[in-house]
């Protein structure tokens, strides 16, 4: 049993699909860029001793949870264009 080749566009929506799901790149793009600029953000954020975040823990857990969520848009935009390609098959 063989398993089928996926073709160089094939992942694309279809102009005659209506009930395609349409992943917008850029949208897509700057909710991740914004995300990650939060947890540049958040990065700064003084730790230390003295601070209320004498290892750094705090800070790394926020980084974590933001950088997560940027991750979690990814995987969703990729898995609506993968259920978008194993429908056109």
Do not use: C, W, Y
């Amino acid at each position: 049993m063989s398993t089928p080749v996926p073709r160089p566009g094939q992942h694309l929506p279809s102009h005659s699909g209506a009930d395609a799901v349409v992943v917008d790149p850029g949208a897509v793009l700057t909710s991740v860029d914004a995300l990650v600029a939060e947890a540049d953000e958040a990065a700064e954020q003084p730790f230390g001793e003295g601070t209320a975040d004498p290892h750094g823990l705090v800070t790394l857990t926020r980084q974590a949870r933001i950088l997560e969520r940027a991750h979690d848009i990814l995987v969703d935009a990729l898995s609506s264009v993968d259920n978008t390609a194993a429908g056109k098959n």
